[in-house]
């Protein structure tokens, strides 16, 4: 199985701040990677896939890049509303996996 | 509108098998390219992909479980079924699934999620 290991595992931050969020894979993925969003008690939703194309109607503040192992989101300008946990997962290959998630808080 | 909604029991014994059900809307499992797949986030957990099942019929699961899961749809009902054997208390989880997406170079995605239904594995 390949492996996605994110950084940190939690992060705070002020609004307006600039955010990013680090996931490596255990082995080269290329751009099969996306991102998602979760909040408490809710589904995830969708922010990223191909590593760095953003799905309709998520903010243009975030952007999603990298290729091969390392991959990263970041949030231009933090906004209130996006304290969640954020996941990367990889479609490479079966199983399809996870990182651990990030918890974003504000400062 | 792409909709997906879980439905099952949110208790089940050790042992016992959990079938559980994904009614959607917005779109046809006998379109080529549409899958529907299943995730499962144990409490405080990582998301952890189980199974996906293509317009073709063609299935995958995740080895570690595979001789436990059976994935099948229901094209006239608009359904996708999961059912897992022999269920644990490891097992209890929020069962999640989701519409998936994705490109001519195989890229997946899963663009829509039902809202989850937390199964609890106690005896």
């Known amino acids: 199985d390949i492996q996605m290991t994110q950084s940190p595992s939690s992060l705070s931050a002020s609004v307006g701040d600039r955010v990013t969020i680090t996931c490596r894979a255990s082995?080269?993925?290329?751009?099969?990677l996306n991102w998602y969003q979760q909040k408490p008690g809710k589904a995830p939703k969708l922010l990223i896939y191909?590593?760095?194309t953003l799905q309709s109607g998520v903010p243009s503040r975030f952007s999603g890049g990298g290729s091969g192992t390392d991959f990263t989101l970041t949030i231009s300008s933090l906004q209130p509303e996006d304290v969640a946990s954020y996941s990367c997962?990889?479609?490479?290959?079966?199983?399809?996996?996870f990182g651990q998630g990030t918890k974003l808080e504000i400062k | 509108q792409i909709t997906l909604k879980e439905s099952g029991p949110t208790l089940v014994k050790p042992t016992q098998t959990l079938t559980l059900t994904c009614t959607f809307s917005?779109?046809?499992?006998?379109?080529?390219?549409?899958?529907v797949g299943w995730i499962r986030q144990p409490p405080g957990k990582a998301l952890e992909w189980l199974a996906l099942?293509?317009?073709?019929?063609?299935?995958s699961y995740r080895p570690s479980l595979n001789n436990r899961l059976t994935i099948t749809k229901d094209t006239s009902k608009n359904q996708v079924v999961l059912t897992m054997t022999n269920m644990d208390p490891m097992d209890t989880a929020t069962y999640y699934c989701?519409?998936?997406?994705?490109?001519?170079?195989?890229?997946?995605?899963?663009?829509?999620w039902g809202q989850g239904t937390l199964v609890t594995v106690s005896s």
């Open positions: 082995q080269s993925i290329s751009n099969y």
């Open positions: 191909a590593a760095s």
């Open positions: 989701a519409h998936r997406n994705g490109d001519v170079y195989s890229r997946n995605w899963f663009d829509y």
């Open positions: 997962q990889q479609s490479y290959s079966t199983p399809y996996t």
């Open positions: 099942l293509y317009w073709d019929d063609d299935k």
């Open positions: 917005g779109f046809s499992l006998s379109t080529s390219g549409v899958g």
